[in-house]
């Protein structure tokens, strides 16, 4: 991830560090607020916490059961009943295991995308940014050591021009 030191946070951009599951959860919860369609993309490398961020975010939206890894099947989809009877499409795909992007032309992968109101949440989405639309917001988790020898993963939450297009702001989202 490049040096983020310059960026400071507002409606575009949001800075955050996470020192627990439970901080994980909480940004979930937010991200699942914001009125998000499109693509996501999870950059992070393994173990940052990117299929963690994902199942409490699925959670969030109201899903109920188990949350599956996408490592070997590539796309997990979802049909989450919102709390006003509509029904959401969220599609969690880990491209981590991609050996050719045009792989995803053979599971249909561009009727996801397509998919009005849908959202599809992407790990490892650089194997394929060739072949995938702009995302709608890209989320670069990296682990790093606190003072006090405890885990924690930095977060940065950026919105691209087409997020910036539909009107989103990250600047609430805290832990």
Do not use: C
Not at 30 to 50: E, F, I, M, R, Y
Not at 59 to 76: C, D, F, I, N, R
């Amino acid at each position: 991830m490049p040096n983020n030191s310059g960026i400071k946070n507002d409606k575009n951009v949001k800075m955050l560090t996470l020192y627990s599951e439970d901080d994980t959860q909480r940004l979930a919860k937010q991200l699942a607020a914001l009125p998000l369609t499109g693509s996501v993309w999870l950059a992070g490398d393994l173990a940052a916490g990117k299929t963690t961020l994902t199942r409490y975010w699925l959670q969030a939206l109201g899903h109920k059961g188990a949350v599956k890894s996408p490592t070997y099947t590539l796309v997990e989809p979802y049909s989450i009943t919102q709390d006003d009877g509509t029904t959401k499409s969220v599609y969690h795909a880990d491209l981590y295991r991609l050996q050719d992007p045009e792989e995803l032309s053979f599971i249909g992968f561009d009727e996801y995308l397509d998919e009005p109101n849908a959202l599809v949440i992407i790990e490892w989405a650089s194997r394929a940014n060739s072949y995938l639309p702009p995302p709608t917001m890209f989320i670069d988790m990296t682990q790093s050591d606190s003072n006090d020898d405890k885990e924690s993963r930095q977060v940065t939450i950026r919105l691209s021009k087409a997020g910036q297009a539909q009107g989103l702001d990250v600047s609430s989202l805290n832990i």
